[in-house]
Structures are given as C-alpha cells and as structure tokens.
C-alpha cells in the first residue's frame, strides 16, 4: 500500500516535497517512480528511482530535468519528490507507483501498485 502526501498550493517559483510512504518492509526490493495526470490528458512520467537508490538512474522525465529531484529513505520506506521553480504547467495530480521489480521504468504499465494520488496547484 502507498500513501502519498505533500501536496498544495504553491505560487510559481516556490517549491513542494511530495512523500510516498509504503507498508512493504522490503520496500527497498521495488522500483519506484512518480506520475501527474491533468483531465483529459494521459498519466504523464515524471521521475523514477531504483529500488536501492543506486542501481541506475534516477531518471526524469524532460519537463523536470533540472528542477525535481527524486529520491528514497528505504530505512523509513519513503520515496520523494522535491519538486522546485515550480511552474504552471506542472499542476496536476501527483501519484506514486512501485514495482514487484528493484529496476526503475518509465512507462505506467510496468508498475504494479498506485498510492490515491496528491494534488499540486501552482499559481502564476
């Protein structure tokens, strides 16, 4: 089970830390990655992490290089995002996914479990 948490109303150029907390003990086993959805569009890649932190990448989608930075406490099970220079465009609804796999991915169907997802609204 995943949990996220973070979420808010930001003006552009401030900053947000989502969290992804998961009940999994052996949470340091799945790969892990952050997605945001608009209505009306697609789940869109944000960033993604290796399940030890290490094991290749992080990796980011484009629009965030430069400004998110993913990563993961496995000692607590947690995964963030640090989300900075916020932009308009970067509203949406955030959620975490984890995969029964310790490599990261990109793509939505390569992962098995969805936290309920936290909104981010940034003002211009």
């Known amino acids: 089970q995943l949990q996220a948490s973070g979420g808010g109303t930001v003006q552009a150029g401030g900053s947000l830390r989502l969290s992804c907390a998961a009940s999994?003990?052996?949470?340091?086993?799945?790969?892990t990655g952050w997605f945001r959805q608009t209505p009306g569009k697609e789940r869109e890649f944000v960033a993604t992490?290796?399940?030890?932190?290490?094991?290749?990448?992080?990796y980011y989608n484009d629009p965030v290089k430069g400004r998110f930075t993913i990563s993961r406490d496995n000692a607590v099970n947690t995964v963030y995002l640090q989300m900075n220079s916020l932009k308009p465009e970067d509203t949406a609804v955030y959620y975490c996914?984890?995969?029964?796999?310790?490599?990261?991915?990109?793509?939505?169907?390569?992962?098995?479990?969805w936290g309920q997802g936290t909104l981010v609204t940034v003002s211009s």
């Open positions: 999994e003990r052996t949470f340091n086993n799945y790969g």
């Open positions: 992490i290796s399940g030890s932190g290490t094991s290749g990448g992080p």
């Open positions: 996914a984890a995969r029964t796999s310790s490599y990261y991915a990109y793509k939505i169907e390569h992962y098995n479990f």
